[in-house]
């Protein structure tokens, strides 16, 4: 016998009717972005492994323990994307999208692959709408990007998101905050592993969740205070514009993100219903990352939420979230000559934009009957020899049972006046 499969660790499968939910919260991110100026974009599901690299960073656990990484017969190195800002960023500088109207804005929806342990909220395969823009610096920029996602979260629903919000400086002071960090961390009882990580990168010692590394970085030096002018001024125009807007935000100075390419305003969304896989949503400015990977002085700054986990955050605080259409009609033939009338009336209704179905299969009227209170549909529409012969469909209200014979002429027209 042949074995049975299943989907692979750290995956799962979205079926319907849960899928609609994803659908409708995949299209309530993307909606408000359309509004705001954002084109669509679509990039490979695997680019080179250099370019993340270079661009999400070698330090970063993304890249050196969770990226899906391959050669190719052909002797390429590629990887599934991990996230989406560098191939993002990739295309516009590879088909130079500066040279025209700044900012580019755009936006993105689609799969993600880390090879992360698997547990409730993280997965291998996951799904992330996001949003970037690039070639300005303006602030005002960073607080739409930033009050985008708080409204997103907003008209989702959801009350329970909070957005944690820091700045972690630029090429200038930066390094200056740096070399005070890992002046402060040498000091400390660390094992071997963090000390190493002091080296590559100190910011992620900040990040560490270990109770014996959290009650030793308390008196930490954070960023806030090291910023320099340029950066500070940035940052109060950012929180300016955002108190304006009417956004609400945490002051999180040890805020420190998973991928290496972020420069001055930093955020996160999180959501306290959803235990360790809090983050629903996160991103901030990389001024710098055009040119890692090659491309021109681009500023950007954009983010991208997490699918998986707002559908979580919906469940958690039992926010129904409303699904596409679901069946109006449901057409119920007995007999062949009654499904060769049902066939185009059924194609009819939905060309007029109502949602409609069959019993197919040839079932008796009971059978078809509980597939019509199944399919969640008001109206059935039930035709038999009789009726047939007698030039009329019977029109049964599904929810008080009542029913009547109508025209087959004018069958259309009465569903439709009857739905709307
Ligand atoms: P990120 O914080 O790595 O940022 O991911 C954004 C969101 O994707 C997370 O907040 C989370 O909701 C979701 N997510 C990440 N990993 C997983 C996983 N293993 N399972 C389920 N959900 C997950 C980025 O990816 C940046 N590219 C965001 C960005 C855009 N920054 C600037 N522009």
Not at 270 to 291: F, K, N, P, T
Request: glycine share 12%; hydrophobic share 40%.
């Amino acid at each position: 016998m042949t074995a049975t499969f299943s989907a692979p660790k750290g995956t799962y499968d979205l079926l319907p009717p849960e899928s609609e939910a994803f659908l409708a919260v995949r299209e309530a991110m993307a909606a408000p972005l359309r509004r705001a100026g954002y084109g669509y974009i679509e990039t490979p599901t695997f680019e080179h492994t250099a370019l993340f690299e270079r661009g999400v960073g070698e330090s970063t656990d993304v890249v050196s323990k969770e990226m899906y990484s391959f050669t190719t017969r052909g002797g390429d190195n590629l990887s599934l994307k991990p996230e989406g800002t560098a191939g993002v960023v990739r295309a516009v500088v590879q088909h130079r999208l500066y040279a025209g109207q700044l900012p580019v804005k755009l936006w993105y929806s689609g799969s993600y692959y880390r090879y992360e342990r698997p547990q409730a909220g993280r997965y291998r395969h996951f799904s992330q709408v996001g949003a970037e823009a690039l070639g300005v610096d303006d602030p005002a920029l960073d607080a739409e990007i930033v009050s985008l996602g708080a409204q997103i979260y907003r008209d989702l629903g959801l009350t329970q998101v909070r957005l944690l919000l820091n700045s972690l400086g630029d090429a200038e002071c930066r390094p200056v905050y740096r070399a005070r960090l890992v002046e402060f961390l040498s000091g400390l009882d660390l094992d071997a592993e963090t000390r190493k990580r002091i080296e590559i990168n100190p910011l992620r010692v900040l990040d560490d969740k270990r109770p014996e590394v959290v009650a030793q970085v308390g008196d930490a030096p954070v960023m806030a205070d090291s910023l320099c002018d340029d950066c500070k001024a940035h940052y109060d125009l950012v929180r300016g514009y955002l108190a304006d807007l009417g956004v609400t935000w945490e002051e999180t100075p040890r805020l420190v993100r998973g991928l290496d390419y972020y420069t001055r305003t930093t955020f996160e969304f999180v959501h306290d219903g959803l235990g360790s896989q809090s983050a629903v949503g996160g991103g901030g400015r990389y001024d710098g990352l055009s040119e890692q990977v090659g491309g021109p002085q681009l500023p950007g700054v954009g983010w991208a939420l997490g699918v998986d986990r707002t559908v979580l955050a919906l469940k958690a605080e039992s926010v129904e979230i409303t699904a596409g259409a679901g069946c109006e009609v449901f057409a119920v033939p007995l007999g062949a000559a009654a499904k060769q009338c049902l066939v185009p009336v059924v194609a009819d209704l939905r060309r007029r934009g109502v949602a409609a179905d069959l019993a197919y299969g040839d079932r008796g009227l009971k059978g078809a009957m509980k597939a019509a209170d199944r399919s969640g549909a008001s109206i059935a529409i039930v035709v038999g020899e009789r009726d047939l012969e007698a030039g009329v469909a019977q029109v049964k209200d599904l929810g008080t049972g009542g029913q009547e014979p109508v025209a087959l002429d004018e069958l259309l027209e009465t569903i439709e006046k009857r739905l709307r």
